[in-house]
């Protein structure tokens, strides 16, 4: 059984979390629950620094989830997002900083590959026939849309998602009707296999610097080429300017029991992003998954342990953050 491992204790010496958002935090396409804004706020409290590592959006981040935090505690805030396109940070008064630490985006696209690259994915949509909607909770996106084809759609700027909601484990008979051919994959046959092979086979014929990759449970993010949450979080470890800001430095971030890891797809078979934070830092630092995955699928050598509470997700996390002493 999964989660048998000893139970999960917070860890007093721990300074700076790097925290996946999505499922982790707050539920996809949700602002975050007011218990897990008040845990958050106690934590950043503590003098402790969130570093908030995401395939969403900066928008989605700040609107759901930092806007509800005391200005004050900001600019104890790290946000990469889109897969690790681009790093913002806040100043002392709590606003973001007018600029990125640094964006990927911007320097691989001029507006005329911008241009190009949503030309090919429109073209995707229309090879592939899909009904396009505006994100919303996926338990509200499946109430009015069930059919494998209706999915939605999130241009994000440095990256553009696709939410197959309804199209991850195809039955015989949907295949029949779509008139599609989807192999099995890890016992599943899931659409987002063959949308990411084409969209791969089209971003290399037309030189576009953006490479398709499985996010979260059931999207396709179609990502700058060469990014990723380890790159962004190597980038952030070793710039001094950046490390001074948040009151920490190489020295201090040596100790692995300084950083700890919050994530919900660790799975290095099941496209598991979360695990590309472990590969960033030192091996010793601990992971916790807050989804019931087979740690046999985890990465060989990393402290990646299962959260073995009553709950799972950004319940898990939130009743996690409640064994804090004098939380």
Known sequence: MFGMNNKV???????????????TIADVYTPAE??????????????????MVSGGSLKRITNDI???????????????HCSG???????????LLKAPYYS??????????????????????TEFKFNIYPPEPKINFRKAHSHPLDIMYDDRGPQITFELVNATDLSDKQLKEMDLEVPVTHGSRDLRIPLLERADELF?????????????????DLAVKGVSKATAIDYVFNNARILNNLGLNKAILSDPNIIEIWGDKFSSIRGGTDRHMCEAVDKRVRAIDFRQEDPDEFLDGYNIVLWNGDKNLHFGLLEYLKTIPNY
């Open 9 to 23: 204790i917070w860890n007093p010496s721990v300074k700076i979390v790097i925290a996946d958002v999505d499922e």
């Open 34 to 51: 007011p218990a897990m804004i008040s845990a958050l706020t106690d934590f950043l409290q503590s003098g402790r620094v969130l570093f």
């Open 66 to 80: 930092v806007d509800f935090l005391p200005k004050e505690l900001r600019h104890q805030i790290i946000i990469c």
């Open 85 to 95: 396109a681009e790093v913002w940070g806040f100043d002392v008064q709590g606003k």
């Open 104 to 125: 990927v985006y911007e320097e691989k696209f001029d507006n005329n590959l911008k241009h190009k690259w949503r030309k090919i994915v429109k073209d995707l949509i």
């Open 204 to 220: 290399i014929k037309n030189n576009i610097p953006a490479s398709p990759r499985l996010g979260g449970m059931f999207a396709v």
